[in-house]
């Protein structure tokens, strides 16, 4: 599983609409509202990084709204569930 993390500036009277639409896209899982620089940041997951073209320039930045993105590579994933794994030594309470 490729994981990308977009950062998107978006028309800012309009972003719940674009949000909801980006959200929609096939291939993207999350989207965030947040402050700083960019307005929303959309979790991409696909199977393959032909994918992310046909997800972030052939859909995403189309949407309209979409001012600009910024998109980033994931090379691991570290998550609380990951961490719990791999320090667990497997003794009962």
């Known amino acids: 599983m490729i994981t990308a993390i977009v950062l998107v500036k978006a028309s800012v009277d309009r972003i719940p609409e674009i949000a909801e639409t980006i959200a929609a896209l096939e291939g993207v899982s999350e989207v965030y509202s947040v402050t700083g620089t960019y307005d929303l940041v959309a979790m991409v997951r696909v199977r393959a990084h032909e994918d992310l073209a046909d997800v972030i320039p052939g859909l995403l930045n189309k949407v309209p709204g979409v001012e600009q ?25």
């Open 69 to 93: 993105t910024e998109t980033h590579i994931a090379f691991r994933t570290y998550s609380r569930h990951d961490l719990d794994a791999a320090f667990a030594l497997g003794l009962d309470g």
